[in-house]
């Protein structure tokens, strides 16, 4: 091989390596779950961009979005898709995980008064203490009810979330006991 055809080839590799990280980059910037204001209803929907074609449309040229899941289809699958704007505009304010790591932030658990640290998706995720008193967990609330059941919850973390099951779900494994030295005060026991 002589030089020239080396430094074409590492040229050629270098141009698929950098089109490689710009379509990696635009994946993850759009991929799972949103929530925007529909522009139709002005209530909550929640949509799933086609990352890998914005993912494909970056790396040749311009990103283009476009919407590949929507709470309000099939019955209007074919609208303009004007909600595209505001993940376009803003993409991390839209993202479910933003939403949630956002609300979490600089709160404590409801049930104990434990202070959250920063949520992971690869950690316990925590949950929250409805209207109703009952916990549930995010992945049990559909997406595009979650601003409103933000406005209406407590945050819990995990551990308490899951004693709170198991009080729920096994009433007579549990015991209330009074406190070491506490007359009145009751702990919980499962």
């Known amino acids: 091989m002589t030089i020239t055809i080396v430094l074409i080839l590492a040229t050629a590799g270098v141009c698929v390596l950098s089109l490689l990280a710009i379509g990696v980059q635009a994946y993850r910037k759009f991929r799972g779950p949103m929530i925007i204001t529909c522009p139709e209803t002005h209530a909550p929907a929640a949509v799933a961009v086609d990352s890998m074609h914005a993912a ?33 505009v803003a993409p991390q304010s839209c993202m479910v995980r933003t939403i949630l790591a956002d609300w979490y932030a600089d709160k404590s658990c409801a049930l104990c008064g434990r202070a959250f640290e920063p949520i992971h998706t690869w950690d316990h995720q925590p949950a929250m203490l409805g209207a109703d008193g009952r916990t549930l967990q995010c992945s049990d609330i559909a997406v595009e009810r979650l601003p409103q059941v933000l406005a209406t919850s407590r945050p819990v973390c995990w551990n308490c979330h899951i004693a709170e099951e198991f009080r729920r779900c096994n009433p007579d494994l549990v015991i209330d006991r009074p406190l070491h030295g506490e007359s009145g005060q009751h702990a919980r026991v499962g």
């Open 56 to 88: 494909m449309t970056a790396a040749v040229d311009a990103t283009e979005l476009r919407l590949k899941q929507c709470s309000r289809w099939p019955e209007r699958q074919d609208c303009g898709q004007e909600c595209l704007r505001q993940i376009e």
